[in-house]
Antibody, heavy 122, light 110 residues
């Protein structure tokens, strides 16, 4: 059974940083691209970032480019999202998700975690 | 990276059929057969209902079906049941290893 468990969310001041983690199990982690998706309060789902199975290629939404860094440790079956220079509009539930088919991000996710809440507020 | 357009809400009575549209552009929905649909109950993990436009994952009821015409994908729920009440999102591959989600549709069972 595929399981994805996010952690690392919390309350942070504007301009601050957090590192989110996602522990994966139930599949061969390195075979699949992985993705972060967020949902701000009262808003819809928004693609944030994806990473190839090897970790060698990363992709970002324009809204987070330059502030967020996605990475993975295939030896630990763990996905990360380093989020810096946080803004109020980054307040959201952050979900990690396993991509559908390949090691490169081309097929939308098939399994998701429940998410971790990030609140940016002074 | 503009969001795909979905109706904000759709409702139906038990047993009826409803259809949710997802309109994109020739750069995303219209260019790839890579649209997925998700059922999302707030506070829970989104659940994949349809992938590659028309395919159903194992375990998903055959009351759910997907289709696409041009730049618009659609999700149809037949024989609507109370348990289908949730938010539904489409998602399309948008090229260059990026994805775009729909604006979301709240389904209400009357």
């Amino acid at each position: 059974e595929v399981q994805l468990l996010e952690s690392g969310g919390g309350l942070v001041q504007p301009g601050g940083s957090l590192r989110l983690s996602c522990a994966a199990s139930g599949f061969t982690f390195s075979y699949y691209a992985m993705t972060w998706v967020r949902q701000a309060p009262g808003r819809g789902l928004e693609w944030v970032s994806s990473i190839s199975g090897s970790g060698g290629s990363t992709y970002y939404a324009d809204s987070v480019k330059g502030r967020f860094t996605i990475s993975r440790d295939n030896s630990k079956n763990t996905l990360y999202l380093q989020i810096n220079i946080l803004r109020a509009e980054d307040t959201a539930v952050y979900h990690c998700a396993k991509d559908g088919r390949y090691a490169d991000p081309t097929t939308p996710p098939d399994y998701w975690g429940q998410g971790t809440l990030v609140i940016v507020s002074s | 990276q503009s969001a795909l357009t979905q109706p904000a809400s759709v409702s139906g009575s038990p047993g009826q059929s409803i259809t949710i549209s997802c309109t994109g552009t020739s750069s995303d929905v219209g260019n790839y057969n890579l649209v997925s649909w998700y059922q999302h109950h707030p506070g829970k993990a989104p659940k994949l209902m349809i992938y590659e436009g028309t395919k159903r994952p194992s375990g998903v009821s055959d009351r759910f079906s997907g289709s696409k015409s041009g730049n618009t994908a659609s999700l149809t729920i037949s024989g609507l049941q109370a348990e289908d009440e949730a938010d539904y999102y489409c998602c399309s591959y948008a090229g260059s290893s990026t994805y775009v989600f729909g604006t979301g549709t709240k389904v209400t069972v009357l």
